[in-house]
């Protein structure tokens, strides 16, 4: 990886590997102070588009807004969705006239309908009238509870739509004992608490040291964490440099970095070995392979 970009990515390296002889200020010497997190509007993936026409379209849209996505039907994407121990699954729908995009979250499957009482029912309509214009329903083709939301398909991109489904998530994570019917099945699943051994290899301490990556022969990024939960980080392109510090934070397998001017970059972590992992983004700028910088002699 880092033969094709030796000029560029060896002298970050270079930078970051002395940290232990240098303080903050020596890291980042001769970088031009600024925001290493590129503005969301001025990227190609965030541009609106007049109107969402196809489910490949579709689907392209959600996988660069960071969400696994799959095309399910003529005119049916699936994405899912997880929420600290929920896994969501969610169906976005373009309407036959594609003047809407309906997502629907599906929740719990009730098998026998006749055990759906309509005090449970009331309970549905009262809720929809509480977080309007989300709506809460029981669909007597698929016997099973569901959320769901329509929007407009216009101006539309993956971050509005993943705002959406976040909302979705978080609604209904917070109505469990509305939707979840006595002897159903949830189609929403608390997952499993990962075992200590999981938690163990993704954890801060995973990270602690240098580390670099590249995107391209004139792209490249150099960070340091520290055990304060502290990263300072340089990025390259085509021979200008900026720099971003802030705080990190690991939750499960989801790294966030968060910049001293309040934006924020955070992804699904991979951590394949002492001195390589893959950090995937949410802002759709694909996954980088970092790799450890050699300690400082």
């Not at 997190?37 to 109107?51: E, L, Q």
């Not at 121990?85 to 599906?106: K, R």
């Not at 978080?170 to 997952?191: H, I, N, R």
């Not at 520290?226 to 300072?232: N, P, R």
């Amino acid at each position: 990886m880092f033969k094709m970009i030796a000029p560029l990515v060896c002298g970050l390296i270079a930078s970051v590997a002395t940290v232990g002889l240098a303080d903050e200020n020596d890291l980042f010497s001769g970088v031009q102070s600024g925001s290493v997190f590129v503005d969301g509007s001025a990227k190609p993936t965030a541009a609106p588009i007049s109107r969402v026409n196809s489910t490949e379209q579709l689907r392209e849209m959600l996988t660069a807004a960071g969400l696994e996505a799959k095309v399910a039907g003529a005119r049916v994407v699936l994405t899912k969705k997880t929420l600290d121990d929920w896994a969501f699954n969610v169906l976005v729908t373009i309407s036959e006239d594609e003047m809407t995009l309906g997502l629907t979250m599906p929740l719990s499957t009730l098998k026998d309908d006749k055990k759906l009482t309509s005090d449970q029912l009331l309970k549905l309509l009262e809720a929809n009238q509480k977080h309007a214009p989300s709506v809460f329903t029981f669909s007597a083709e698929r016997k099973r509870t569901e959320l769901y939301r329509t929007l407009p398909n216009e101006s539309m991109t993956g971050q509005k739509l993943r705002d959406e489904i976040n909302r979705l998530a978080v609604l209904a994570k917070g109505t469990v004992d509305l939707w979840k019917m006595p002897g159903s099945e949830d189609k929403a699943t608390a997952q499993p608490a990962p075992s200590q051994s999981t938690e163990k290899s993704i954890s801060a301490a995973s990270l602690i040291g240098a580390w670099s990556a590249s995107k391209s022969k004139t792209e490249a990024i150099a960070i340091r964490f520290s055990a304060a939960d502290k990263f300072q980080l340089v990025y390259v392109k085509s021979g200008k440099q900026s720099k971003s510090n802030g705080n990190f934070t690991i939750n499960g397998d989801k790294l966030s970095l968060v910049g001293e001017n309040g934006i924020r970059l955070e992804g699904k972590l991979v951590i394949a070995s002492a001195t390589d992992f893959t950090f995937t983004p949410s802002a759709a700028i694909g996954p980088l392979q970092f790799k450890k910088a050699p300690a400082a002699k």
